[in-house]
């Protein structure tokens, strides 16, 4: 049987009048029997870098950044982990950025503290949209990883900010993304078989997701071909090369999204055959997913010397700043929700509900924003 329907709620201020969530079929389970997944989780979050090998003359090297539940007892000798822009960018380019624009952005994680001993946990492959790169969501990557995962941002530099500022004519591919995903779950399986590791014996990868934004959705989807994987989520998602999946999906959508419209997203979500739950979003935008999107608010950041500097599209520009306005809401109070419903999906799949019923948020879980629900299995 197939079971569908919509779940509205809107989180108001606990003063206000509460709206309520209805089904037209079934009473959801309220997000009291559900974690709360939208706060940080019960473990401390390590970051660490794995190698993926040669990118190539242009690009250099590639690599994955792996955010990991960390040894709660030895995290104190490990310092927070932050990262500056140009980090980012390939070695050759780093110098270029002026230090105004060269922000750096700390995370609530710690670097390279050894993993904590109550694995191995689930892994989560999350691949990065056109201009992005991999540390650019660490904010929401970390938070994930401290609910008991661990989730592995490669390099897809292909797509990433400096092959459009240099005009690389070395495009990307489904193919190739793909290739890139696989490199980096091999890699994080090599480390966990490493004593010497941060990453030893962290990682379980018979429970293995993915996640992308935007064109790193449609990787996410495509890679739901491959046995291992369980499901995929895709935040503001383009979708699959070629048939989709029947394996459960979930896609999140912002309103406020001009560059994957939430038209563009039900039209996705509807070419699924299998289980599938729609989020969407109040306000927002399509960037509004990253770290950079606060800087960019202030007028500074790698995207904002791009645009200035005339590096990148007035199309590729649209993106970094949509969503980023300092007219649009701040980044910190869009990024619970994703979190909520990303971690809703990943723990009920992994948990074996596959046709697990989403709960519509309680009132006043998440201010001044509307959440809809649709979902069917």
């Avoid at 974690?35 to 993926?52: E, I, N, R, S, W």
């Avoid at 999350?126 to 650019?136: A, I, M, Q, V």
């Avoid at 489904?174 to 990682?203: F, G, K, R, W």
Wanted: net charge neutral; with cysteine.
């Amino acid at each position: 049987m197939r079971l569908s329907k919509t779940l509205v709620c809107v989180g108001v201020a606990a003063s206000a009048l509460a709206a309520g969530c209805s089904s037209s079929q079934a009473t959801p389970p309220t997000t009291t029997q559900v974690p709360a997944y939208q706060h940080t989780g019960p473990d401390k979050v390590g970051v660490t870098t794995v190698d993926l090998g040669s990118a190539g003359p242009v690009f250099g090297e590639r690599y994955a950044t792996v955010y990991y539940p960390a040894d709660e007892a030895k995290v104190a000798s490990h310092p927070p982990f932050s990262y500056t822009e140009a980090v980012t960018l390939p070695t050759a380019l780093q110098g270029i950025l002026p230090a105004k624009y060269n922000t750096t952005t700390t995370v609530a994680a710690y670097a390279d503290p050894p993993a904590s001993p109550k694995g191995p946990f689930p892994v989560v492959l999350f691949s990065h949209g056109y201009g992005g790169e991999r540390l650019y969501y660490s904010s929401l990557l970390a938070g994930i990883a401290s609910w008991g995962y661990v989730v592995v941002s490669a390099d897809y530099l292909e797509r990433g900010l400096a092959a459009q500022a240099l005009q690389s004519k070395t495009r990307p591919s489904a193919t190739d993304d793909t290739a890139i995903m696989d490199a980096s779950l091999t890699a994080v399986e090599h480390a966990s078989s490493d004593p010497a590791s941060p990453l030893a014996s962290s990682v379980d990868t018979t429970k293995v997701a993915a996640v992308g934004h935007s064109a790193g959705g449609g990787t996410a989807f495509n890679g739901l071909a491959a046995p291992a994987l369980k499901t995929a989520i895709g935040w503001a998602p383009v979708g699959p090369t070629g048939t989709p999946s029947s394996k459960p999906v979930m896609l999140i959508v912002a309103q406020g999204d001009n560059v994957v419209t939430p038209a563009t997203v039900k039209k996705t979500y509807q070419a699924f055959t299998g289980p599938k739950v729609l989020v969407e979003i109040s306000g927002a935008g399509h960037n509004t997913y990253t770290d950079i999107c606060e800087g960019i608010r202030s007028g500074g950041g790698l995207i904002s010397y791009a645009i200035d500097a005339h590096l990148v599209s007035p199309s590729l520009a649209k993106l970094g700043m949509n969503g980023c306005q300092a007219s649009d809401a701040a980044p910190q109070r869009f990024w619970p929700i994703v979190q909520f419903y990303t971690v809703v999906q990943l723990a009920d799949q992994f948990a074996g509900n596959k046709t697990a019923v989403v709960p519509a948020p309680k009132p006043g879980q998440f201010p001044g924003f509307t959440v809809t629900i649709k979902q069917a299995s």
